[in-house]
């Protein structure tokens, strides 16, 4: 059974970077099936998607977080990655990645808190 | 950008109540329209993708409609466990730009 676990820093400082790593389990980054993606939601409010990434490396990004958001995937370590630049408190969110087969399969997500 | 509006942002109904939940697109997205429920704590749980497709492991009571802009989510005969915030989710555009509704809250 696919697993996806979120991991990193819970506690980011202003203007620094978020850094996250998923890792899948169960299952086969390589798998030409599926993409992987990263998707938040900030407490007590809606879901929100950031990028997608492909195992070759194709990368999709929301257009309102690509100038700040790289994601890279680490297929012989079956991990997939997301840093987040010049965060600020509105980038506070739990944080959940995703098997993207159109639709999401999600981990249990990590909450990231943006504070000084 | 598709913006996805849901409606009631809230919804109060009783234990084996029917529920109707809507989801509203703001250019058509044909059937690609999904549904999640999220508990308080988890993550969201897929229940419905094209628009009307149970996912695996979904009861029957759960039943999705629509296309083009406008959806439905109709749950029969609640269940406790039925409730929590479902959101919609389109998936129309590639290369992708997917977007949510911002929630229906469904409370006893």
């Known amino acids: 059974q696919l697993q996806l676990q979120e991991s990193g820093p819970g506690l980011v400082k202003p203007s620094e970077t978020l850094s996250l790593t998923c890792t899948v389990s169960?299952?086969?980054?390589?798998?030409?099936?599926?993409?992987w993606a990263w998707i938040r939601q900030p407490p007590g409010k809606g879901l929100e998607w950031i990028a997608t990434?492909?195992?070759?490396?194709?990368?999709y990004y929301n257009p309102s977080l690509k100038s700040r958001v790289t994601v890279s995937v680490d297929t012989p370590r079956n991990q997939f990655s997301l840093r987040l630049s010049s965060v600020t408190a509105a980038d506070t969110a739990l944080y959940y990645c995703?098997?993207?087969?159109?639709?999401?399969?999600w981990g249990q997500g990590t909450l990231v808190t943006v504070s000084s | 950008e598709i913006l996805m509006t849901q409606s009631p942002a809230t919804l109060s109904v009783s234990p084996g109540e029917r529920a109707t939940l809507s989801c509203r697109a703001s250019?058509?997205?044909?059937?690609?329209l999904a549904w999640y429920q999220q508990k308080p704590g988890q993550a969201p749980r897929l229940l419905i993708y094209?628009?009307?497709t149970r996912a695996t492991g979904i009861p029957a009571r759960f039943s999705g409609f629509g296309s083009g802009t406008e959806f439905t989510l109709t749950i029969s005969s609640l269940q406790s466990e039925d409730f929590a915030v479902y959101y919609c989710?389109?998936?129309?555009?590639?290369?992708?730009?997917?977007?949510f509704g911002q929630g229906t809250k469904l409370e006893i």
């Open positions: 995703a098997r993207d087969n159109r639709v999401f399969l």
């Open positions: 169960g299952g086969s980054l390589n798998s030409s099936s599926f993409f």
């Open positions: 990434i492909y195992y070759t490396g194709s990368t």
């Open positions: 250019q058509s997205v044909s059937s690609k």
């Open positions: 094209g628009a009307s």
């Open positions: 989710q389109q998936y129309n555009d590639w290369p992708p730009m997917y977007t």
